[in-house]
């Protein structure tokens, strides 16, 4: 893991760019391993609590993951209207599952990971995120690779929600990201189904993988957005997209938005309501711009790589 100690002080370096560094002071490193697949640790951040750390990438943390993770899931959940079935790919610290689990129509959820031991430290080291959520009967975990269990299953989701790692030359996620891999996914979407997925950083210097992405995911479904939110702990403006054949239920009100939420959430949200809902897909002139002029389709013999 990349660290320094500096005048007594514990600093982690997250990598942004090739050119740009943010640096987090910690107390201590909880924990550091190395899987079969990747690197992994739980530092104690000064700032934002408990973080995963995968790879030297920040992944999450305890102080304001909620953000994150409650953007990624309510815009489908509650745009669906009665989701029941749920498709999660990665998403090994837990907090995706424990915010699609506090739908009441929920039945069943399938989390695809295909590292156990994220899942293992998780629970261990960060068990706020997950906050039980493992543990619920509606909760079926698969440790495999998301491409080969999307091939397999029989099954088909109201929604599914890719909480995948940035695609990264080299890494283990880049392939998902494609027309290919999007064409495979689409197929296993029920009828008004919703694609949503993390599609990494609308900041400047990287506006052009989520458009890119976007642009992808036009090739295969009929209606796509993208939506932002800005995450302080990556010191960063996040990208989102949403997915789906089904148009007409895209485009409702922040009125309608609070009262699913009250008919559909059990629990408290910190972040999500009709106003942020509004907030979030408003986007910048400059993410506008880039995304009506992005022309590149992303493939698996032209896959497209994050600055890492």
Same mark, same amino acid.
């Given at each position: 893991m990349s660290a320094s100690n500096e005048r007594g002080q514990l600093w982690f370096t997250d990598r942004i760019t090739e050119n740009e560094r943010h640096r987090h002071r910690i107390k201590k490193w909880i924990v550091r391993k190395r899987s079969k697949f990747q690197t992994m640790g739980i530092a104690e951040s000064i700032s934002f609590g408990r973080c995963l750390v995968i790879d030297n990438d920040l992944q999450s943390c305890e102080n304001d993951e909620f953000i994150y993770h409650e953007a990624l899931v309510h815009p489908a959940m509650i745009l669906h209207g009665k989701p029941r079935r749920v498709l999660i790919l990665g998403g090994g610290e837990g907090a995706t599952l424990r915010e699609v689990l506090k739908y009441r129509t929920v039945e069943k959820v399938t989390m695809v990971d295909i590292d156990s031991s994220v899942i293992e430290i998780s629970k261990r080291y960060l068990p706020k995120m997950s906050a039980g959520a493992f543990n619920d009967k509606r909760t079926d975990v698969v440790?495999?690779?998301? +491409?080969?269990?999307?091939?397999? &299953? +029989?099954?088909?989701?109201?929604?599914? /929600?890719?909480?995948?790692?940035?695609?990264?030359?080299?890494?283990?996620?880049?392939?998902?990201? &494609?027309?290919?891999?999007?064409?495979?996914? +689409?197929?296993?979407?029920?009828?008004?189904?919703?694609?949503?997925?993390?599609?990494?950083?609308? !900041?400047?210097? !990287?506006?052009?993988?989520?458009?890119? /992405?976007?642009? &992808?995911?036009?090739?295969?479904? +009929?209606?796509?957005?993208? =939506? &932002?939110?800005?995450?302080?702990?990556?010191?960063?403006?996040?990208?989102?997209?949403?997915?789906?054949?089904?148009?007409?239920?895209?485009?409702?009100?922040?009125?309608?938005?609070?009262?699913?939420?009250?008919?559909?959430?059990?629990? !408290?949200?910190?972040? =999500?309501?009709?106003?942020t809902h509004a907030g979030i897909f408003s986007l910048p002139k400059y993410v506008r711009e880039e995304l009506g002029g992005q022309e590149s389709i992303i493939t698996e013999k032209n896959p497209v790589f994050i600055y890492k």
């Open positions: 440790i495999g690779d998301a +491409r080969v269990y999307l091939e397999e &299953t +029989r099954e088909q989701f109201d929604v599914i /929600i890719s909480d995948l790692s940035s695609p990264i030359e080299g890494g283990p996620a880049y392939l998902l990201y &494609t027309q290919e891999f999007y064409k495979k996914l +689409r197929r296993k979407l029920a009828p008004r189904g919703i694609f949503s997925a993390q599609v990494d950083s609308c !900041n400047l210097t !990287n506006v052009q993988v989520p458009t890119a /992405i976007c642009r &992808t995911l036009g090739t295969v479904f +009929r209606e796509v957005k993208l =939506y &932002t939110c800005y995450i302080p702990s990556f010191d960063a403006l996040w990208g989102f997209a949403l997915a789906t054949d089904y148009v007409k239920q895209m485009d409702i009100s922040k009125e309608e938005i609070d009262k699913r939420v009250k008919k559909l959430v059990a629990g !408290n949200l910190e972040l =999500y309501d009709g106003e």
